[in-house]
């Protein structure tokens, strides 16, 4: 499987992007999609994650209710529309993909496949 991640860029705080992962390859139909991000001098992080089929999505407390993650199957492709953008959502956004289950869907080691990332930069 592979992913391209783009939709990045430069946005002042309070706007919106939309991220998109592409997939090629695959997915299997029991993969589950996810987005990470990683901010300089920080860990990788969850934000959030889908399965690839049915309706299930799962967010991190800290982007809930501003991000929304969805795909379109038809297209192999995944988004993460983020609303209400913050100074701490700066960060490199990577996509993922692999057979997480709920208890490890935060997880970046359950997932298999990883794009390579795209920056988002929020100015204050």
């Known amino acids: 499987v592979q992913l391209q991640a783009s939709g990045g860029g430069l946005v002042q705080a309070g706007g919106s992007l939309r991220l998109s992962c592409a997939a090629s390859g695959g997915p299997s139909s029991r993969y589950t999609v996810g987005w990470f991000r990683q901010a300089p001098g920080k860990e990788r992080e969850f934000v959030a994650a889908i399965r690839w089929t049915g309706s299930s999505t799962y967010y991190a407390n800290s982007v809930k209710g501003r991000f929304t993650i969805s795909r379109d199957n038809a297209k192999n492709t995944v988004y993460l529309q983020m609303n209400g953008l913050k100074p701490g959502d700066a960060a490199v956004y990577y996509c993922?993909?692999?057979?997480?289950?709920?208890?490890?869907?935060?997880?970046?080691?359950?997932?298999?496949?990883w794009g390579q990332g795209t920056l988002v930069t929020v100015s204050s």
């Open positions: 993922a993909a692999g057979l997480a289950i709920v208890s490890t869907i935060t997880t970046h080691g359950a997932y298999n496949y």
